[in-house]
């Protein structure tokens, strides 16, 4: 499998500052390619790396925060050909799908039509896109609806745990999913035990499970503008003894690990 990190910054300030980029990132295997998690950009440097949003087999959004969902529409419309096929698969939260309390749905009627599938995610699913399987995963977040997404290819098992807290059903989870490789989304530095993924999270999960690598990405502002993230992984490798790696706007990542590359090599 072949992670492309399209954009590596989370939450509001990020967003809307572009302090990072915050589009996303994109899953190959073999000739499946689902884009997870599209804010605001992902359709700009979708097109830098792949060209043509045509060739994505889906999109996966874990909740409905703009800085996961806002691009959806645009990519749907794009895998869709302009609306001119009915094509793709759209897999995403309750109330990204279908809105909830102070959440819109983050796509209308008019793009559902484009597509041959759109699936409402729960905990615990699982589901087949192409050469991909992906499970789904509990997220204590305040989206409630939210989900994390697990990639195996047979051979290799990545879970995206999107933006969540640790909880003892999460850590069952990941248990029976053994993940090989765990992408964290690290908004926060703090190491209290909130809503969101922060050291106490990732403490909590490796506390569980021994995956092979750790993926930091999805920083926040704090982290961002005071230049923490490598010494952040640095502390998680030294505490646990995993392999933990900072990820940059544009890191390309194939798992099993052969080596890391920048976008530019792929533009």
């Known amino acids: 499998m072949r992670f492309i990190f399209l954009g590596t910054g ?28 599209p804010g605001p950009g992902a359709v700009v440097y979708l097109n830098k790396v792949v060209g043509d949003p045509g060739k994505l087999s889906a999109v996966l959004v874990s909740h409905a925060h703009l800085d996961h969902s806002h691009d959806v529409p645009v990519l749907v419309e794009g895998m869709a050909d302009g609306g001119r096929k009915k094509r793709g698969i759209l897999i995403g939260s309750s109330c990204a799908i279908n809105g909830c309390q102070d959440f819109l749905p983050v796509i209308g009627e008019y793009h559902k039509a484009m597509l041959d599938q759109v699936i409402v995610a729960e905990p615990g699913q699982e589901f087949r896109i192409g050469d991909l399987k992906v499970y789904t995963t509990p997220t204590w977040h305040n989206e409630p609806s939210g989900v994390g997404f697990t990639f195996s290819d047979g051979k290799y098992t990545v879970s995206y745990l999107s933006d969540t807290g640790y909880t003892d059903e999460l850590g069952r989870e990941l248990k029976k999913l053994r993940p090989n490789a765990v992408i964290f989304n690290l908004i926060f530095d703090g190491e209290e035990r909130v809503p969101h993924t922060n050291m106490d999270t990732v403490r909590s999960v490796l506390s569980e499970i021994t995956p092979e690598i750790v993926l930091l990405q999805h920083f926040g502002a704090k982290i961002t503008m005071r230049k923490m993230e490598r010494a952040l992984a640095r502390r998680i490798e030294e505490e646990f003894g995993v392999k933990t790696v900072a990820l940059r706007d544009g890191d390309v990542v194939d798992l099993p690990p052969k080596r890391d590359r920048t ?4 533009i």
Not at 12 to 37: C, I, N, P, W, Y
């Open 10 to 37: 989370g939450g509001r300030f990020v967003m809307t500052k572009q302090l990072r980029r915050t589009a996303g990132f994109v899953v190959r295997s073999g000739e499946t390619m689902v884009h997870v998690d």
């Open 263 to 266: 976008l530019e090599a792929f």
